[in-house]
């Protein structure tokens, strides 16, 4: 199945679940399933089985936003890199499973020579069958991978990219990350038909002359963690990311950096799609006129601003999406921007419009970006 598949993404959660509860055999068959099948010594076996206990007890009882224990992440985003990866090389595959260690478990201080002594003596520990070499690149790739507090998520991407020794298997397990993310999302499975929806839905809208009672119940589910304001902020950060790799010109010539690469865009643009198709089915009716916000949402589309950053100068709802809504530096700031986003039903339709069409672009074309994200920020035209 493909890496952006929902339904492939739910079975993949479900087994790695059910095996996190099960005895010691129960945790060799779910590394079997994390390295896709591909050959392991007994050695490299052993190493994983240790790392993966590692993580397994220093995670704890940490959840995710919707609430599944928080270890499922890492496993997760380490399964999706194998499935991508021809050959699996055993530093890369721990690179996948520790690539949130050092934000998720241990502060990060790498300026405190008494905390490198303590990773790396942990490391060390854990993974003693590594040579001290093998440890070392485990563990420059890692702090590679940790966001500092000062650091925006631009100059985060950028600092990534810029890194000639490690760029390459680092910027894939950050895909592999960002595909994780994107794919974790809903828990709904009626989520899933998202294709035949969404363009019946633009086709009935624009065209029919008479109202379109939708087939989903009318009863709004319950408030989930993630609303459609933030859903659409994580889309943003999909953007950004493909922008920076797009802009910075990376020419991995890596079967499983374009495979990602391709996996994530997808999975962003359908993520859109079932962004809209729940605002149309379940908010559509609050609207004054639907069909005037889809209109104004392809005349915007077919302008040129589209692929830039703009500024909220009122000509179209769309202007300042990405500069007013999402680029706020301050967690209390974007959250009352996003909080303003999702009362704005309309608006949220029109976002959900423009990411598809951002992310087809990245799709068709090759030296497709949006103009104005650099690894100093945005920069609105």
Not at 229 to 255: C, D, M, P
Not at 256 to 282: C, D, M, P
Request: charged content about 20%; some cysteine.
């Amino acid at each position: 199945m493909p890496l952006y598949d929902l339904s492939e993404f739910f079975s993949l959660s479900r087994a790695i679940n059910y095996n996190l509860s099960a005895t010691t055999s129960g945790r060799y068959y779910m590394l079997k399933y994390i390295t896709d099948t591909k050959h392991l010594s007994s050695v490299e076996t052993g190493i994983l089985m240790k790392a993966m206990q590692f993580l397994i007890n220093a995670y704890g009882d940490k959840r995710r936003r919707l609430g599944p224990p928080a270890v499922l992440h890492p496993l997760r985003a380490a399964t999706l890199f194998s499935r991508a990866s021809t050959n699996l090389a055993i530093l890369d595959i721990l690179v996948a499973m520790f690539h949130d260690v050092f934000e998720d478990i241990y502060p990060f201080d790498v300026e405190n020579p008494h905390w490198q002594k303590i990773m790396l003596q942990e490391f060390s520990e854990m993974l003693g069958r590594l040579d001290n070499d093998a440890g070392q690149i485990l563990f420059d790739r890692l702090i590679l991978l940790c966001r500092r507090d000062d650091e925006s998520y631009y100059q985060y991407i950028g600092r990534i990219l810029d890194e000639p020794q490690h760029a390459d298997p680092a910027l894939r397990v950050k895909l592999a990350d960002r595909l994780d993310n994107t794919l974790d999302m809903r828990i709904d499975l009626s989520d899933i038909p998202e294709e035949q929806g969404f363009f019946q839905e633009i086709f009935e809208t624009l065209f029919l002359n008479v109202p379109v009672r939708s087939p989903l119940p009318q009863v709004h589910p319950p408030p989930a963690p993630l609303n459609g304001a933030w859903r659409l902020y994580e889309l943003f950060k999909s953007t950004v990311l493909l922008t920076l790799i797009r802009q910075h010109g990376n020419q991995s010539t890596s079967r499983g950096y374009h495979q990602l690469f391709h996996a994530l865009t997808v999975a962003s643009w359908n993520e859109a799609k079932r962004i809209f198709t729940h605002i149309h089915s379940f908010h559509g009716q609050g609207m004054s006129n639907i069909r005037s916000v889809l209109l104004e949402a392809m005349e915007y589309c077919h302008t040129d601003r589209i692929n830039m950053i703009t500024r909220p100068d009122g000509r179209y709802r769309l202007d300042g999406l990405f500069s007013y809504y999402f680029d706020q530096a301050s967690p209390e700031i974007r959250k009352a921007r996003l909080a303003e986003l999702y009362r704005d039903k309309a608006l949220m339709a029109q976002a959900a419009i423009a990411f598809v069409v951002i992310f087809l672009s990245f799709l068709h074309d090759p030296d497709y970006f949006i103009k104005g994200i650099s690894k100093l920020g945005i920069k609105p035209s």
